[in-house]
């Protein structure tokens, strides 16, 4: 019987990142490796997984993927083969008012995978990042004399570029849709500014879900996308949440051209 | 702009669950109800999903899957909508040879939906069960003069039933199928035996996932699976894990065929 | 050598609580048993707490405390033995305008003891409730000209009492310590009305934690008390919190007295 | 009223570790910073710990906590102040018998402390280790004909430190009290071995406490110490524990002269 997948979870390393700004940051990820395996294969034990890995652990990044993906392959004589990384990243940010700089912590993912039944295309990558940001309630706002229920939200972004791309072009990218963004230090007019800005830009998980896939739909390097967004609301225990992906946006603009 | 998900996640309440053995057990579930909405469509507050629950909230069971999913489609005008319910399940086993009864705990889900799209069979329903199994590694077994490394694993098996199936017959499927099953309670014998039938039994993920699968192929009312098993390995720190779902299985079967 | 606490976690049963209204709840806990073992004695496979387990895990509720502490105590020769039972409650809520009826969640504990060095008092009874609320930020309010960040904080209030007290009390007293309380269910007047009474009432989680702390002081069945507040700052990626027990606060009040 | 603690918990940031071999390991940290305050104090809004936090950003090491911490002292004019840092770390092990090597995690933790109360050493640190490892049941063993179940379990050692004394030295220490050690990478003679040594040393919960207690209590430089496993029995979905600290080991040690 053939495999769609086996593989191992939760393998944690050491990784570099290319920064956008020229540096390469060092940051730790887990690691989840697979492969489709053909019904005739009895894989042994793992070893080939963790001896893989092994062998690029020490000098973990982006530019590996190919080569480890081919590694996997040929050595299960695997139809497909996935490689995704997870970690923690920062980035410097100004605070909007004072432009105290501080570090802010974004979740981001690399998911390459090799397919051999592809020609001319046989390696894919998906950057994925979750970004946090504030969300403020339109109806709440509307129906009340003062205030504003306002909460954390998080967004989480997965795009297939159609050229390159920087996670720090779509961390920015998806900043820009919430309410306001999100910082790890605001001094007091930082946060003067936060809280009128929220205010001025009431959202629901609706409205930022669609208003990043029309982002990522009109940005020239990205392919396909997927978008959710859970607001984690400050009036109920339970979640708000919205999802959407560029399947339906291509069928949505088929139908407008009609 | 089309949305393919809105709704509302982490909301939990009392259920009650039908027993094979012919009880209803009270326990509590997880929420999550999400609608595909129109894109002319401007969903206020999250409201209508937060009053449909509450007004199914003090007597859920699955039973009012097809009233509930209605409601929530013709108040948002969706083209589709989705309840999940995730919650414990009890089942009294007896330990292996003392037979002495007690109660195991198994993860258990409903997901329930519509499709206005569909005409013949708008409502679907899928079940899932997280069982907990024991795994031990064959190679470990034969390299080693005395015993072998062996572990916890969790199976999670998703069926798409063509026609009516207990919760307590799929984790008894999936029960048989590891090395040797979990009991919450076992005695010096019950221990004896547990511990020789994993050894007489060894099993990578890959042949765990491969014998729920053809369990679940041969099943005359289970129509599409999926399987997944996650094993947290003794001698790792990082898990072994392997995936199969039905669409494959009958690829396979027609090359059979050919 | 002596052991501090030997035992089990993560055994999940049901159980049943009594309610305040005069009914029986039935739900799901997770239950740690532990006992402390004089140096002679050597520990079996943990038999023994998953028999005395088993034996109550068909009904199980807070009266059998005793019972099965005494049980272990004897069975093990333990000089303490400690049970904690951790589950999900529910509370009938109406929403404070529309007055709709629906049910919130609470974690909720009882944490039993024996200990056989005391001769007066061995057994002691500790309960805990953690209970959801808005936090709406002082600062936040008070600099900005519309607004103010608000977010989902948890209150975390462990007490040792001197008399009978229900659950309901507990949660009702630290619920009217927030901005704001929450609800499950909220019309758009509800909703009104809880967003108006957060900008009403700013708080810092120092503010929340005092607030508590002075109710439970002044509460005549209540002896032993701590609080902490976690709140989920809507603005940033970290959260905000503040903790104090009672210990400090008798000698506050001793200070007072000088 | 006077609060025991008041801070911010889950705060991101790159950190560097001083590695025993000579190195500098980055890594990235979640930080807790907290204070005790004076009753007469009203903090505002959290600023002035992030501030301090993001002065220190951009540098985090191990030995900025006196400096952080007087600052947070002198600047909340706090009787007591705290700082906790959490971090994977990564050691490079060698495979029992073909000595490849590979990367292995853990879980630490450097948790300092500023106290003016005190007249002769105002600042205290403790050190974490989070060290898994394979626990084999001796009563399994015992009874069975052939195998014995065993399970990954999980080793938690707090010290506070007379002396100076590395994470490494920790976590071999931890390393050497259970049924056998964990690698990320074992070719087939390492799984041969580590099968083997396992079930060469079968060890209860309790007996991997105590041995980890005693190689503590005979080390020169720890002076107060923690120890807590847990193990993720694989015939059970529940967790074995066992906790052990230095207070009853010193009268144990009392009793003992007697």
Redesign the interface.
């Known amino acids: 019987?053939?495999?769609?997948?086996?593989?191992?979870?939760?393998?944690?390393?050491?990784v570099s990142i290319r920064e956008q700004q020229g540096g390469v940051?060092?940051?730790?990820a887990a690691i989840k490796l697979?492969a489709a395996?053909p019904?005739h294969f009895?894989?042994?034990?793992?070893?080939t997984f963790?001896?893989i890995?092994?062998k690029y652990?020490?000098d973990m990044h982006t530019k590996i993927f190919p080569e480890l993906l081919t590694d996997v392959q040929s050595n299960l004589q695997a139809e497909q083969a996935e490689l995704e990384m997870q970690f923690?990243y920062?980035i410097a940010k100004q605070a909007p008012v004072t432009r105290?700089?501080?570090?802010?912590?974004y979740d981001c993912s690399f998911i390459g995978s090799i397919d051999s039944h592809v020609d001319n295309q046989k390696h894919k990558l998906l950057l994925r990042v979750s970004v946090?940001l504030?969300t403020?309630?339109p109806?709440?706002?509307e129906?009340?004399?003062?205030?504003?229920?306002?909460?954390?939200a998080e967004v989480v972004l997965t795009v297939q570029p159609s050229g390159f791309i920087w996670l720090e072009e779509l961390i920015t990218m998806v900043e820009s849709c919430g309410s306001?963004e999100?910082?790890?230090?605001?001094?007091?007019p930082d946060?003067?500014f936060?809280?009128?800005e929220?205010?001025a830009n009431p959202m629901?998980?609706?409205d930022v879900?669609?208003k990043v896939?029309?982002k990522a739909k009109n940005h020239e390097t990205i392919g396909w996308f997927s978008v959710s967004v859970?607001s984690?609301?400050?009036?109920?225990?339970?979640?708000?949440?919205?999802?959407?992906?560029s399947?339906?946006?291509n069928?949505?603009c088929q139908s407008t051209k009609d």
């Open positions: 019987m053939k495999l769609q997948s086996v593989g191992i979870k939760n393998f944690t390393c050491p940051q060092q940051t730790v697979q395996l019904h009895k894989q042994s034990c793992l070893e963790t001896c890995l092994a652990q020490r923690p920062f105290t700089s501080s570090l802010m912590e946090p504030t403020l309630c109806c709440s706002k129906i009340s004399q003062q205030g504003a229920h306002n909460q954390r306001c999100l910082y790890a230090l605001l001094k007091r946060e003067k936060v809280t009128e929220a205010y629901f998980v609706e879900v669609r896939a029309q859970e984690f609301e400050s009036i109920h225990k339970h979640s708000a949440y919205a999802y959407v992906d399947r339906d946006l069928q949505e």
